[in-house]
């Protein structure tokens, strides 16, 4: 591969990791690491923090539905630099929303930009990686949510003492903003030709859900329930069950981010060696023992090797998941993507309206994961059920 060759890969992937950074990780992550502070500032409750991530989600999920209308290669690029550069808008307009209500409506739109650019920016990136005959690079995307997560902690955690309130989201707006302005002049200079696949015999009806591929979405529901309650809530039950003078209770989130990044490698390396199924099975197994870590030991201990665990794991289920699903449908392009987004963000939904329920009702925030627990074992039961391929 020539260095020219080389510069626009790396380039283009820049940009995907750019946006993924934007939306997933400082758009609606960085919301994590802030909560505990919120509640500190008397912004909101536990259960309005529950109620906020709610409605991401849902708008999560609406995002990844309208993904799945406007992927067709002449609108894709439109609906992306749309999506893109109205998430980091709704970020800045943050640092000045302090009211819960209009907060929900900001989360909403911050989570249906979210879902689009989430589906739109890998798949436009996939294409065209499969036209310069380098697919394999694709995972390298994802580097931009463990990065961006990483960036949005730090930023959070070390302003904390600078800002209070509303205020606490301008660091991370600052960052989101000078991030959304580089990829999308990078993605409006990205011309796609259409891949053609072979695909299902003439006459035969095209479904995503048959008898293959359906194992797999259904433990793809595990992967966005199990998940989503340590990435919601850690730092926080870190600050309710850690003593206030740990050096990690600020860190908690920085950890999980770090190990984000630095498992990448290893489930695209076992996906490579082994196939994507192995190496999705173990991201099932690391998780649930993640959870199970901090219930059997809700303190120090427990708090970090969730954090480790759930952190250096959940990016590896979505990895391997896509590709997989991939080798089964890879005639289904774009619109295989957002409908395993879409399955993602639904399951997502549940958690943390069932972690508000048990509160309301005299349950502790740390005895809700116990679903986290459930759904990873759910996963990986159907991960063992999907095709070797």
Not at 55 to 66: D, E, H, K, P, S
Not at 148 to 159: E, I, N, Q
Not at 267 to 273: C, L, Q, T
């Amino acid at each position: 591969m020539d260095s020219v060759n080389k510069r626009k890969i790396f380039r283009y992937l820049m940009a995907g990791s750019a946006a993924l950074a934007v939306v997933h990780a400082l758009g609606r992550f960085s919301f994590t690491p802030l909560l505990p502070y919120f509640i500190e500032d008397h912004m909101l409750t536990i259960t309005q923090g529950a109620d906020l991530a709610t409605v991401n989600y849902i708008g999560y999920l609406i995002g990844a539905l309208i993904a799945v209308r406007y992927s067709g290669p002449e609108v894709i690029k439109k609906f992306l630099l749309t999506g893109l550069l109205g998430n980091a808008f709704i970020t800045v307009v943050q640092c000045f929303t302090p009211q819960f209500e209009l907060l929900l409506v900001l989360r909403l739109f911050n989570g249906i930009t979210n879902g689009i650019v989430f589906v739109l920016a890998p798949s436009l990136l996939l294409e065209w990686l499969i036209s310069q005959n380098k697919a394999h690079l694709s995972g390298l995307v994802y580097f931009g949510v463990g990065g961006g997560l990483l960036v949005g902690g730090l930023l959070v955690d070390s302003t904390s003492l600078y800002f209070s309130g509303e205020y606490r989201w301008i660091p991370v707006a600052i960052a989101a903003a000078s991030l959304a302005f580089y990829s999308a002049t990078r993605f409006y200079q990205l011309q796609v030709q259409p891949v053609t696949y072979k695909g299902p015999k003439q006459g035969t009806p095209t479904q995503l859900f048959d008898r293959r591929s359906t194992p797999l979405f259904l433990s793809y529901i595990g992967a966005g329930l199990g998940y989503i309650l340590p990435m919601t809530f850690l730092p926080t039950l870190a600050h309710e069950t850690m003593p206030a003078d740990s050096p990690f209770v600020k860190n908690v989130w920085v950890i999980t981010s770090v190990s984000s990044l630095l498992f990448i490698p290893l489930w695209n390396g076992i996906g490579h060696r082994f196939g994507d199924r192995i190496s999705l099975i173990y991201t099932y197994i690391f998780q649930a023992l993640g959870v199970t870590a901090i219930l059997l030991f809700p303190s120090t201990v427990g708090v970090l090797t969730c954090a480790v665990l759930i952190g250096g794991s959940f990016l590896g289920s979505v990895m391997c998941t896509q590709r997989l699903a991939r080798r089964l449908q890879p005639h289904q392009g774009p619109r295989l993507s957002a409908a395993l987004i879409a399955l993602y963000a639904g399951s997502q939904l549940i958690g943390p309206w069932l972690a508000k329920q048990w509160i309301e009702h005299g349950g502790t925030l740390l005895q809700s994961f116990v679903v986290g627990l459930g759904a990873f074992i759910w996963g990986l039961f159907w991960t063992w059920r999907a095709p070797k391929v």
